[in-house]
């Protein structure tokens, strides 16, 4: 297994994650699309299809 990879993948992960609870406990998560989460998805994105790329 590719520990770098690995490693990559779970900081995206969390950083979703920690943005989805803040949105949450500050109530708004649920009023639309939050942009800072909008944010998060995108590179995201970005960075999985840079590793598709690289990795194959």
Known sequence: ????????LIAMKQRDADT????????????GY?????QVHRENAHQLNTL???QG
Not at 1 to 8: A, C
Not at 34 to 38: C, I
């Open 34 to 38: 939050a942009k800072e989460m909008q």
């Open 1 to 8: 297994m590719n520990t770098q990879l690995l490693d990559e």
């Open 52 to 54: 598709i790329a690289q």
């Open 20 to 31: 989805r609870s803040r949105l949450v406990r500050e109530g708004r998560l649920y009023d």
